[in-house]
């Protein structure tokens, strides 16, 4: 069985780290050249995200399996692209992906037969009492660290709509531009996970619907590069 992976590309931000960064998929062709005839099994690791795996899986039929991440889907059967089975398992360990398969060999060749691909929602099994407390135990720190005390009150909601412009998600953009001093800010369609309600919103509502442990980049880039040529 062959093992290999890769991971979103963002070239100018490893840049500023020093790192050289090429092509995912021009790697992961020259690593299954290597690998593919001498394995009988192939997977690829994927971190870029649903779409590009759909992707991988059309230019790189030699893949049996893509187990991806990234974009947070849940393949509840798993999917079916170009001969390659695709399967995600969402987001924050509330599921597990599952695949069933069989490898037979007749005549020096190999066959692989898959039985199932399919994703196990974990809050059906019987949960474990002494990671339960824990959790328990660090929410009770986590809200106190956070308290109870108002930061503002809202008279209206603010909704997060991941496809749509909204003031709540303009408004971040907004102070983000602002605080990095920058010309212009983007932000992720899912830095935000949910809406604000309105009446009063506390330290621990802001962290609920942004608990992510990221960072603000700041880049110099050139128009051309941001809009190309029009």
Known sequence: MGVTGATVP??????????????????LKEV???????????ICLSHLGL????????EIPEF???????THHVLENGKKVNGTWLNQAGRSGKYVG???????????????????????RLNTMEKDLETEQLLLQLNNTADNAMGDESLITLIDDLDVDWYAKTPLIQMLAEGLREWCDAEIAMVNAGVLLSSLSKGKVTYKDIHRICPHPINPVS???SGESLFGNY
């Open 51 to 58: 779409f590009e795996d759909e992707r991988l899986a059309e």
């Open 219 to 221: 880049l110099l880039i």
């Open 64 to 70: 049996d399996y893509i187990l991806g991440a990234h």
């Open 32 to 42: 299954v050249n290597e690998l593919a005839p001498q394995v009988d099994l192939l």
């Open 98 to 120: 599952e695949i069933s398969a069989f490898i037979s060999t007749k005549n020096k060749e190999t066959d692989v037969t898959t039985n199932y691909v399919r994703t196990i």
């Open 10 to 27: 963002f070239h100018l931000f490893y840049k500023t780290l020093g790192w050289h960064i090429k092509s995912p998929k021009e790697c």
